[in-house]
């Protein structure tokens, strides 16, 4: 079994966090468009609020994506993991958890304010963060499901939203509910996907037999052998 860790792309290719502001909260959490937001770290990433004030009440829905070519794996994906950098110095409430997406136009185009509504229902992972839960400080992992690995297979990519339970179940929010993300521009603690798949096995020709057309060496599946000869 080999492991592969993939980042998504730095730029908005890769991900991004989409906010709306409305003082309607029917008309915020159905919105077809919202703003881009510019920064890479943001404490109000996934966000389902009510800020109340002189003038009134404002909602804001603040939805945080990301996609990950998985093009370079080339053999059958079992298990994967995102993880991501919390941020922030304060979580906030509500539940963060990651679902399916078509965002980024589903091929790796730059996250547009009308992908705010490129979201589903369907949950990528089991896991679940809360305001006591998330690491603002360290890596959170979202280990996906049946449904996502069977995706990632079919697509050759991973197209996620993290979205806060208020967004998902359309629940008017009572006060502010948000958890931070920092999504990183350099280093290892970038958003990333690891990935766990089936070995490539021997990649060279054998006897002018190119490696692409052998499927197995003396009845050993190609994915099996490291070596052959004592040749790598």
Same mark, same amino acid.
């Given at each position: 079994?080999?492991?592969?860790?993939?980042?998504?792309?730095?730029?908005?290719?890769?991900?991004?966090?989409?906010?709306?502001?409305?003082? $309607?909260?029917?008309?915020a959490v159905t919105a077809t468009s919202g703003t881009v937001q510019s920064a890479s770290s943001n404490n109000f990433a996934v966000r389902a609020g009510a800020i109340t004030g002189r003038g009134g009440t404002e909602y804001r829905v603040w939805r945080s994506f990301a996609y990950f070519d998985l093009s370079t794996i080339t053999t059958t994906i079992t298990a994967a993991t995102v993880k991501v950098h919390g941020a922030g110095s304060v979580n906030n409430g509500g539940t963060m958890k990651m679902y399916e997406s078509t965002a980024f136009n589903d091929n790796g185009t730059a996250l547009a304010g009308t992908d705010f509504d490129e979201v589903t229902s369907t949950l990528y992972s089991a896991a679940s963060f809360n305001e006591l839960t998330w690491n603002k400080s360290g890596l959170n992992s979202f280990a996906l499901n049946a449904v996502a690995i069977t995706d990632a297979n079919l697509n050759d990519y991973l197209n996620v939203c %993290?979205?806060?339970?208020? $967004?998902?179940?359309? =629940? =008017?929010? =009572?006060? $502010?509910?948000?958890?931070?993300?920092? %999504? %990183?521009?350099?280093?290892?603690?970038?958003?990333?996907?690891?990935? =766990?798949?089936?070995?490539?096995?021997?990649?060279?020709?054998?006897?002018?037999?190119?490696?692409?057309?052998?499927?197995?060496?003396?009845?050993v599946a190609t994915a099996s052998i490291t070596k052959l000869n004592d040749v790598s």
């Open positions: 079994m080999a492991t592969t860790t993939i980042y998504a792309a730095t730029s908005t290719n890769g991900r991004g966090i989409i906010a709306v502001s409305n003082t $309607d909260w029917d008309d %993290f979205r806060n339970n208020l $967004d998902v179940d359309e =629940e =008017e929010p =009572e006060d $502010d509910n948000y958890l931070g993300i920092n %999504f %990183f521009s350099s280093g290892t603690n970038r958003i990333q996907i690891v990935v =766990e798949h089936d070995n490539p096995g021997y990649g060279n020709n054998v006897n002018d037999v190119t490696a692409s057309n052998i499927v197995k060496v003396n009845d």
